[in-house]
């Protein structure tokens, strides 16, 4: 079945500009989250959503970023005004609900984001 | 409590050798250990994972040891490929929860 699908793949904007991120996760997988991963670095954790509501924002490096879910499928990363820092590869995963151990994550190709 | 922490940052292994990524973690109450493999331009992918509650878990050529005392775990690459060669990322969560912790992450590379 279709996997974890990000769009754009790749989005090159200049500094102060706002971005949308969009993430359209399995079919059936109410678990959605975004991850940002910096130029060889580890994966940053960023928002979860279980449905529409994020319980935990705190990852959100500022209040220049927000994340919305609809309808419990497609996601939306915002980045206002962006900033060079900002320029990372932004990744999405969902997963089924936690309601067991062991639900592993699966990811989107993510969006590579450069900030000139 | 939160951290994962991986070693080595990055690691060059001969075709047919064996590669060694380990990783620990300080919160007992994670219950679930995945290691995810991350080739160029893609994203991570699951690899293998283990609960705590077994020490050991093999698929192929790939295995997991773990040490729930020492609260350490490891991914054992039997003769390594160079088609191995890719980033892999220890983690660690608990059942209940939300968030996944990643190590750093290794780049392995195989030499044909």
């Known amino acids: 079945g279709a996997g974890v699908s990000q769009s754009p793949s790749n989005k090159v904007t200049e500094k102060g500009k706002d971005v949308e991120l969009r993430c359209d996760p399995i079919?059936?997988?109410?678990?959605l989250y975004w991850y940002r991963q910096s130029l060889g670095q580890g994966l940053e954790f960023l928002i979860y959503?279980?449905?529409?509501?994020?319980?935990?924002k705190s990852g959100l490096p500022s209040d220049r970023f927000s994340a919305e879910r609809t309808g419990g499928s497609v996601s939306t990363l915002t980045i206002q005004r962006t900033q060079q820092e900002d320029s990372a590869v932004y990744l999405c995963?969902?997963?089924?609900?936690?309601?067991?151990?062991?639900?592993?994550?699966?990811f989107g190709n993510g969006t590579r984001l450069t900030v000139t | 409590q939160q951290q994962v922490k991986q070693s080595p940052q990055s690691l060059i292994v001969q075709k047919g050798g064996i590669s060694i990524i380990n990783c620990a973690y300080e919160?007992?109450?994670?219950?679930?250990f995945p290691w995810y493999q991350q080739f160029p331009g893609k994203g991570p992918a699951l690899l293998i994972a283990?609960?705590?509650?077994?020490s050991e878990k093999k698929e192929g050529r790939f295995t997991i040891s773990f040490n729930k005392s020492a609260k350490q775990f490891s991914l054992h690459i039997m003769d390594s490929q160079p088609g191995d060669s890719a980033t892999y990322f220890c983690?660690?969560?608990?059942?209940?929860?939300?968030?996944?912790?990643f190590g750093a992450g290794t780049r392995l590379f195989v030499k044909a």
């Open positions: 983690a660690a969560s608990k059942s209940g929860g939300f968030k996944t912790i």
């Open positions: 283990i609960r705590p509650d077994v």
């Open positions: 995963a969902s997963s089924p609900p936690w309601d067991r151990v062991g639900t592993p994550l699966h």
């Open positions: 959503f279980q449905g529409n509501s994020a319980p935990d």
């Open positions: 919160n007992t109450a994670f219950d679930y």
């Open positions: 079919s059936g997988h109410t678990a």
